[in-house]
């Protein structure tokens, strides 16, 4: 299992990134994935969860409405379309599957919002 996330940057409060996971080692369409993200000196934490053919998500209160998780079953990845960006989304950005009972991570892409 391997996932690779990308798309992360500076951006300034009021922008957008789109981050990807492209994923690879097993059957990407039969599992939900989810993004997490991990802020300096704090837990990681759930931020939006899709389910394996994109009909049921679900969002942190903390980004809902500005948030949008989506997949491409076709092309084994998975979006995360981030707007209306604010300085506390500043974090590593991680994607996950859990997969015959064990997590897994990619390496993280960090998002910096900032002026």
């Known amino acids: 299992v391997q996932l690779v996330e990308s798309g992360g940057g500076l951006v300034q409060p009021g922008g957008s990134l789109r981050l990807s996971c492209a994923a690879s080692?097993?059957?990407?369409?039969?599992?939900?994935m989810s993004w997490y993200r991990q802020a300096p000196g704090k837990e990681r934490e759930l931020v939006a969860a899709?389910?394996?053919?994109?009909?049921?998500?679900d969002y942190a209160d903390s980004v809902k409405g500005r948030f949008t998780i989506s997949r491409d079953n076709a092309k084994n990845t998975v979006f995360l379309e981030m707007n209306s960006l604010k300085p506390e989304d500043t974090a590593v950005y991680f994607c996950?599957?859990?997969?015959?009972?064990?997590?897994?991570w990619g390496q993280g892409t960090q998002v910096t919002v900032s002026s």
């Open positions: 996950k599957v859990r997969y015959y009972r064990a997590d897994y």
């Open positions: 080692g097993f059957t990407f369409s039969n599992y939900p």
């Open positions: 899709i389910s394996s053919g994109g009909g049921a998500i």
